[in-house]
Structures are given as C-alpha cells and as structure tokens.
C-alpha cells in the first residue's frame, strides 16, 4: 500500500516506512504517536483543519515528500497486509424518498453531513442553521437535491415558525443537531453570559423546534426527532459545566417526549457522539476545568467523522429504526464502555 496525503493516520503510523517519517516529524514539534490514537481512522489531510494551526498543511506535503523519497518502490513492496480497513459511506437510494426532513446545524460538521446524506437518499430538506454562507455552500453541493435554506437563530420563535412553514405542513423528521461549546469551565468560574448561551442554543432552541413539529406529527400520526446529546451526556468529564448540563437536559426532553408520545406514532430518540472531527468553535479553556478534563482526554478511543455520524443519526431518522424509542445511541466509538 502506497501511502498519500489521504490515507488514514493508523495507516501512516502502522506503516514500516511511514511510520518512522511520522514519528520522528511529530517529535521535532515535541509531540508523539499517542496523541493522535484518537485520530487513527482519519485521514492525514483532515488533520490540518481540525488542528487549528498545529499541524499544517506544510506539513503534510513535506511528511508526503519524505515518504516517497525514503521508498520510491513502496507501492510494489508493500501489498498493505494489516492495515485497516477505512469505512465508506453506502447512500442507500429513495430511503427519504417523499420526506421532509429538518435538519439543525446543517451550515457545517454533523449538521452538513446529516443533511447531505438524507438528499442524497431522496429527501427534502429543509436545512437551517446561523451561518448563511455555509448553507449556501452546501445546496451549491447538491446539485438537484431538494434543499431548502433557512437561516437564523433556533432560539428566536419567528424562525422557528418560519422553519415549519417551509417544510410545508409537513415535517416526517426533525434532526436537532445544532449545538455550541462551553470553555470547559467548573461551576465556580462558569460566567452567566457562558451559561446562557450554551443553555439557550442547547436546549431551548431543541424544545421549540421540538414544540413546533410535534402537533403535525401527531396528526399524521408518525414522525421521528433525533436529538443530538453527547458522550457528556453520559459522564461528567468530557466537557464544562453548562455544556454537560445541557446534554443531560436534552436526555431528559429526549426521554420525556418519547414517554408522552409513545403509542402515536410519533418517536423521539438521541445520539451521543464521542470525540468527532466537526471543526467546531472551541473557546480556550478555562483555567481550573480545562486543567482538570485534560486528564481525562486520554481515554479517548477514536475520533469519528461527520460522515460516521450522519450514518448513525440518519439510521434513527429513518422509517429503519421503527422499534427503537426513548434511546440514547452512544456513537463514540467505545468511549462509554471505558
């Protein structure tokens, strides 16, 4: 196997030739293999984004140079044996076909990735989310599909009435997969404004989407909500106080709901995700927290992409997860059984 700037950073590491290249890379900027365990199905190019500067794309092109320069022959030496298989994205043709299906935080990572899997898949789309020229770039990417752009704050009920009244009347799913970051910080050293923001975006603004689409769905008598909760939703070291916080309260609208709508047609299920590679925002964190989670960063197993996510999130949304209500999917690559 001939290694490029798009294969993974296990086949990089795990390679006889590359390996070496990468490590010894790694340790001139005073870092080693271990710190990208969480990284390994990953491709090598994607790390220049996620890292925010630490690992540029100046890099990868010279980690690339090295390669070939060390073995020209590489591809006819190694036949790959051992390394492991990538996943690959299956779009199964017409599952949405007919549906109309909201999607929140569709401008970029899960969101973006979600909402190009169901129009993909034949659904109608109605695609929201704050930053416009981010929607805007993903109906330019789906040529043909049928993706409607709604742009502005979930939180604001105007928008929220606006988002119904373009999916038409009729809503078959609704994926609240819109979300913000805290600073990682304790309760001490939590500001209001931290705790406002993440708890308006985070729960309320899933409430009122949730609030609005239920009454249509109850008359069509089925539909699905897939809320997006976290691995802290799960445990209390993987992020702040107000981010944890906010997952365990989407949790518990996500397990209510499905209690009061049982039997109606109507499910309400959630996906926790691990460690994914979204770009989000992430301010700096805290002083007391930050110092106190990074101990726990370890524990980390993988870092998934969008793209693994929308598979596990579109599964819910689709007729496909018929007998599953009220359940909190941990898609985070084994990070809850730790």
């Not at 984004?49 to 320069?69: H, N, W």
């Not at 993909?120 to 789906?142: F, I, N, P």
């Not at 106080?241 to 309260?249: L, P, R």
């Not at 989000?280 to 990074?294: M, N, R, S, Y």
Request: glycine share 12%; no cysteine; charged share 20%.
């Amino acid at each position: 196997m001939s290694l490029t700037a798009s294969s993974t950073v296990g086949q990089w590491l795990d390679h006889p030739v590359g390996g070496p290249i990468l490590t010894a890379m790694l340790a001139q900027g005073g870092g080693s293999p271990e710190a990208l365990a969480p990284a390994r199905n990953l491709p090598l190019d994607q790390l220049v984004t996620l890292s925010q500067g630490k690992f540029p794309a100046e890099m990868v092109d010279a980690l690339v140079a090295a390669y070939r320069d060390a073995a020209p022959d590489a591809a006819d030496a190694d036949d790959g044996s051992g390394a492991a298989a990538t996943w690959t994205e299956a779009v199964t043709p017409d599952r949405f076909a007919g549906q109309t299906v909201i999607v929140t935080g569709a401008a970029s990572g899960i969101g973006r990735a979600v909402a190009g899997r169901v129009a993909r898949e034949g659904g109608r789309v109605v695609a929201v989310d704050l930053a416009k020229e981010g929607l805007d770039e993903l109906v330019a990417s789906l040529p043909g599909a049928d993706v409607l752009a709604v742009a502005g704050d979930i939180t604001s009920e105007d928008l929220v009435a606006e988002i119904v009244r373009a999916a038409g009347g009729r809503v078959d799913a609704l994926a609240n997969v819109a979300g913000i970051m805290d600073d990682n910080s304790a309760v001490h050293e939590v500001t209001d404004a931290v705790w406002e923001r993440v708890m308006r975006v985070n729960v309320e603004g899933t409430m009122r989407l949730t609030r609005a689409v239920v009454p249509g769905m109850l008359e069509a008598g089925q539909g699905r909500i897939v809320n997006v909760a976290s691995e802290a939703s799960l445990r209390g070291s993987a992020a702040g106080v107000a981010y944890t916080t906010s997952k365990h309260a989407v949790v518990g609208l996500t397990k209510s709901s499905a209690v009061m709508y049982a039997g109606t047609g109507v499910r309400v299920n959630a996906v926790a995700p691990g460690a994914v590679a979204t770009g989000i925002t992430v301010p700096k964190d805290a002083e007391f927290g930050g110092e106190k989670l990074a101990r726990y960063r370890g524990n980390i197993p993988s870092l998934a992409t969008s793209a693994e996510l929308a598979a596990s999130i579109t599964f819910l949304l689709s007729a496909d997860s018929v007998n599953l209500n009220g359940v909190v999917i941990a898609s985070d690559g084994g990070w809850s059984a730790v």
